[in-house]
């Protein structure tokens, strides 16, 4: 691997607090790979033998249920790995993972950190975080389907990507919005309506671009009862 993915691999929440040496072990044998957008990374039901950490790009996780339909577990893009649980165990992969843009990603096969596990338990407590995380995003995604409108899920979303901190800011959306409303657990077409409700709230779409009138204004908005959001629009 590059030197730049080495160093993106020991800053990611998998190995960032795992001694220097073990972190040195699991990355002599992991390799960078390559997926075109659409290309299939694995899928469900595959049994899991490997952790990813994405250098550049975007990754899906999803379900396919017995119907046919697709629903989108979660998104990375980079610094975030994905496949840490069922790969300890040499389970089988819950969900299948597709690259949603050309992407890069660092494969580390799941024995070679057991292995460090087994000579060094503090490496557990890496593991643990990893999935914490996971487990966090999946109760927040949870929540937000519970008690936000579709339109706060939306802004929400929107002020993740954020570069700004408060004022005017433009965000330019990573996917297409048939993946972004899967995300966000919508129809497309509940996406589109969201979208225009945003209007009142300083929010124009322009192609695959956000531009937000003040960042402050739209995390309030966030933040509000929902019943009041429904009845501003």
């Known amino acids: ?39 299939t990374i694995f899928l469900q039901g595959e049994r899991a033998s490997a952790i990813y950490i994405v250098v550049d790009g975007w990754v899906k996780l999803y379900r396919v249920a017995p119907s046919g339909a697709e629903a989108v577990v979660g998104v990375f893009t980079k610094g975030a790995s994905f496949g840490e649980a069922v790969a300890f165990r040499h389970d089988t992969y819950p969900v299948a993972a597709e690259a949603v843009t050309d992407c890069t990603l660092i494969r580390i096969e799941a024995d070679v950190i057991l292995r460090q596990i087994r000579e060094n338990p503090e490496v557990a407590i890496a593991i643990l975080s990893a999935t914490f995380a996971h487990l966090h995003s999946l109760v927040g995604q ?92």
Request: charged letters at 25%; aromatic letters at 4%; a neutral charge.
């Open 142 to 233: 949870v929540e937000q389907l519970k008690a936000q409108t579709g339109a706060q899920r939306v802004a929400e979303f929107l002020l993740e990507l954020a570069p700004c901190t408060q004022g005017a800011c433009q965000v330019t959306l990573p996917y297409d919005k048939v993946l972004i409303a899967g995300r966000l657990g919508m129809k497309p077409e509940s996406l589109s309506r969201a979208f225009a409700r945003l209007k009142d709230q300083g929010v124009q779409i322009r192609q695959n671009v956000a531009i937000i009138d003040d960042i402050t204004a739209l995390r309030d908005y966030v933040e509000e009862d929902p019943a009041l959001a429904w009845s501003r629009g």
């Open 1 to 39: 691997m590059k030197p730049d993915h080495i160093a993106l691999a020991r800053r990611s929440l998998l190995l960032e607090s795992a001694p220097p040496a073990v972190a040195e072990a699991v990355l002599a044998t992991a390799r960078a790979r390559e997926f075109p957008r659409g290309g």
